[in-house]
């Protein structure tokens, strides 16, 4: 978090694990967020923001194999800057590995630290809880429950959010799984969705489960409880169906013999 008119600088480590020489350029571009899965689509150099204050030095060097070297990116916020969250990734691009005479095609490489930066002023924290879910309302005693927990920005600035996921039978809590261990941050105007899966072995019967989250300044968020079942274990039910048509095919035995036993030649 900086205040307009303030200049900040970073250290990026960047470094070569092949062990043929590459050539190093470095450039900024200005990221949103893409899809609820935590992806990003970047826009254009010149596009404004966050990438336009940042200087990057050196910008370009040859880096051998196996070797390392520090970049310095320095971040200049203009006095005007709007207050809130401004987004880029800082890339590291490897130069073509093959060369390409007339038409044809060439590939080259790249990396990016991602910079998520906070202007000081009228920041708005506002999150809220989209969905919370399970996709099956009954499952089988062994199986995994999974949960879903989509969480809203509405605010002007990212929010990494922290929760838990309780789980409770008849009253009582049988589980708590924790939301967003790796600290992603759901950026402004998106949606984001995080995953979570209890892998105790549940016994059969009625189940619930509620979903908690807190963020910014101790902001806490709060699903509705949704229920499901465990009905049975899958292999034990597996097991009986296949004792029952195994009894069935020696009682059709049965009957066959006691049939032939009883016929008058």
């Known amino acids: 978090t900086v205040s307009g008119g303030e200049q900040v600088s ?24 893409s899809g609820e899965q935590g992806g990003a689509s970047y ?36 006095s005007n800057a709007s207050a809130g969250g401004h987004y880029a990734s800082v890339f590291a691009y490897t130069a073509a590995s093959d060369e390409v005479s007339g038409s044809g095609a060439a590939v080259t490489t790249a990396i990016a630290a991602n910079f998520l930066l906070n202007v000081s002023g009228n920041v708005v924290e506002k999150a809220s809880i989209a969905e919370f879910s399970t996709p099956r309302s009954r499952l089988n005693a062994g199986e995994d429950v999974g949960f879903t927990v989509r969480i809203t920005n509405s605010g002007n600035t990212h929010v990494i959010q922290t929760g838990v996921v309780e789980v409770f039978r008849k009253g009582v809590k049988v589980d708590e799984l924790t939301l967003n261990e790796n600290g992603g941050a759901v950026l402004p105007n998106s949606t984001r969705e995080f995953t979570v899966s209890s ?12 979903a908690t989250v807190s963020y ?29 048509a195994a009894l069935a095919v020696l009682l059709a035995l049965a009957l066959l013999v006691g049939r032939k036993k009883g016929t008058v030649k």
């Open 10 to 33: 970073r250290t990026l480590v960047v470094s070569n694990e092949g062990t043929s020489s590459v050539s190093v350029t470095m450039s900024a571009n200005n990221f949103t967020a």
């Open 43 to 78: 826009l254009p150099s010149g596009s404004g923001g966050l990438a336009d204050w940042v200087t990057v030095s050196p910008s370009s060097f040859e880096l051998a194999g196996g070797a390392s070297r520090d970049v310095t990116v320095i971040i200049s916020v203009p």
């Open 216 to 244: 910014g300044s101790g902001e806490v968020l709060s699903a509705p409880a949704i229920s499901f079942a465990v009905i049975g274990d899958s292999s034990l039910m597996t097991l009986m169906a296949g004792g029952m």
């Open 199 to 210: 892998q105790k072995a549940l016994l059969p019967g009625a189940y619930s489960a509620t």
